[in-house]
Nanobody, 121 residues
Framework: QVQLVESGGGLVQAGGSLRLSCAAS????????MGWFRQAPGKEREFVAAISWSGGSTYYADSVKGRFTISRDNAKNTVYLQMNSLKPEDTAVYYCAAGAYSSNRFEYDYWGQGTQVTVSS
C-alpha cells in the first residue's frame, strides 16, 4: 500500500515557476514508477510526466516537454515536478500517482488528493 500527498501548488503569473512535491508513505515506494497527471475543469485527467522506479527514464506530454522536469528521491520517498515557463493553460489540479511506467492513467494503482495550480495571464 502506498499513500501519496502532493504539495507545492499555488497561484503564479504566466512565465513563472512552481515545484510540486509528492511524498509517499510505505517502504515499497522505490518499486513503483511515478507519474504526474492534471485535470482542468470540465476536462479529462491527462498525463503530464512519468519517471521509472530507478529515475533513469522519464517522458513527458508534448505540451510540457522542455518546460517541466520530473525527478525522484527514493531515499526521501518523494517525487517532484519542476514547472517552468508556466502558461495559463497549465492551470489544473495536479495529481501524482504510483504504478506502471506509463502515460495511461488506468495503469496507476495509487493516487494523491491533488494540488491546485493556477497560472494567471
Amino acid at each position: 500500500q502506498v499513500q501519496l500527498v502532493e504539495s507545492g501548488g499555488g497561484l503564479v503569473q504566466a512565465g513563472g515557476s512552481l515545484r510540486l512535491s509528492c511524498a509517499a508513505s510505505g517502504r515499497t515506494f522505490s518499486r513503483y514508477a511515478m507519474g504526474w497527471f492534471r485535470q482542468a475543469p470540465g476536462k479529462e485527467r491527462e498525463f503530464v510526466a512519468a519517471i521509472s522506479w530507478s529515475g533513469g527514464s522519464t517522458y513527458y506530454a508534448d505540451s510540457v516537454k522542455g518546460r517541466f522536469t520530473i525527478s525522484r528521491d527514493n531515499a526521501k520517498n518523494t517525487v517532484y515536478l519542476q514547472m517552468n515557463s508556466l502558461k495559463p493553460e497549465d492551470t489544473a489540479v495536479y495529481y501524482c500517482a504510483a504504478g506502471a511506467y506509463s502515460s495511461n492513467r488506468f495503469e496507476y494503482d495509487y493516487w494523491g488528493q491533488g494540488t491546485q495550480v493556477t497560472v494567471s495571464s
